[in-house]
DNA sequence: TTAATTCTGGAACAAACAGTCAAGAAAGGA
DNA sequence: TCCTTTCTTGACTGTTTGTTCCAGAATTAA
């Protein structure tokens, strides 16, 4: 066995991130992933087992990631709207990169359980965050109460998903920046 | 040369639009295409020339007849809003279906210019028409003037990618209907 | 009917694919 | 130094891919 050292792996995932996010799962090839992660063919099949699993691998990292951001931006205001708006803002700035768990939501919808887990579970950890920070907003009157918190937190995970696809398919930073901002006042009280 | 003729032409065309809509270009096989169009190799080849021309031409076909979809619900109501409510309702009664559209933007991006001009036209017509219907909106009182036509209409085209995502993700058709009506309130006035 | 056309099925092709094997270079510890 | 582990390299395998070729069945036109 040749696995390469913890210190690489991560970074050779990222790299294969880079790739999958940009081409798909099927638009990928080895040939692509190893020259892209700089590692011979035998290490990568070593060390994360096949193609799938670099795959299904990328994509949990990419959505820990992703997460995690979104959470960091939601807790970083003291109002929590603010927070809210930081959050999109930050999908408005970055939405030039596309977005891997967009792609892999799209290219295998629910055919994959596997990958249905680690979405599920990405879903889960920011719609915990997500709630609260809602919450908070509707106490402080800046979010509408007719919506219930869950309707609240899907609409503004669709409308991110919305807003990446608009940029994908050409969509200019004004624009983005004018759909996260109509996102916005779909939850302003009136 | 075996060209089908015309009339089986277009019902194989739908029939691998199916396909694509659900694998997408990559993850699908010319011998899915030709199990599901129900005819045989050479006949494919001869009719579409190759699997890329067959799927730009059913992406053309998949746009064309969806943007016709959402004109129609757009003009089929005395009021402008109505319309505009009508487009969402279909797109989210129907959102249990893959979108090609959808599907071949985040598949290919920007990357293939001859795909994204089938886009560019589909929007093109779809956004002549909404224009109208917004303005109607706005005149009549019932979409906010604070946002321009344009960013209205990107707002809309925007939402019904993250409901058609969201499907595909998993969400139930409440949820959907939720999203729907989430966004309408985004563009009543205050 | 006969003849031409249209379509099908199977075989074949080169290229690309995912994944494996084995030999050796590089690095590390004794 | 030698030995072991870690990694790279390139060649290799078997499968699948898109595409073409060809012989014959089915359909259509005369």
Redo the contacts with the bound molecule.
């Keep these: ?5 913890e210190f ?1 792996r991560d970074k050779a995932l990222d790299l294969a991130m880079g790739v999958f996010r940009e081409h798909g799962f ?1 638009g ?7 020259k892209a992660m ?10 994360f087992g ?3 699993a ?1 795959y299904r691998l990328a994509v949990e990292r990419y959505a820990t990631a992703e997460t995690e951001a979104h959470i960091r931006e939601l807790r970083g205001s003291e109002r929590a709207i603010e927070g809210i708006s930081a959050m999109m803002d930050r999908v408005v700035a970055e939405a030039d990169r596309a977005c891997l768990g967009v792609n892999s939501i799209c290219e295998f919808g629910q055919s994959r359980p596997d990958l249905t887990e680690v979405h599920l579970a990405a879903d889960h950890r920011l719609r915990h965050a997500a709630r609260e920070c809602v919450r908070q907003a509707q106490d402080a009157g800046d979010v509408d109460r007719s919506a219930s918190e869950d309707a609240v937190i899907d609409f503004l995970i669709a409308s991110i998903a919305g807003i990446r696809i608009a940029a994908r398919g050409g969509a200019g930073q004004e624009a983005l920046q004018s759909l996260g901002r109509l996102a916005l006042r779909a939850l302003m009280p009136r």
């Design positions: 066995m040749a696995r390469i050292k690489d099927d990928t090839s080895t040939e692509m992933l190893v700089k590692i011979g063919r035998q290490s990568l099949y070593d060390t096949d193609k799938w670099l």
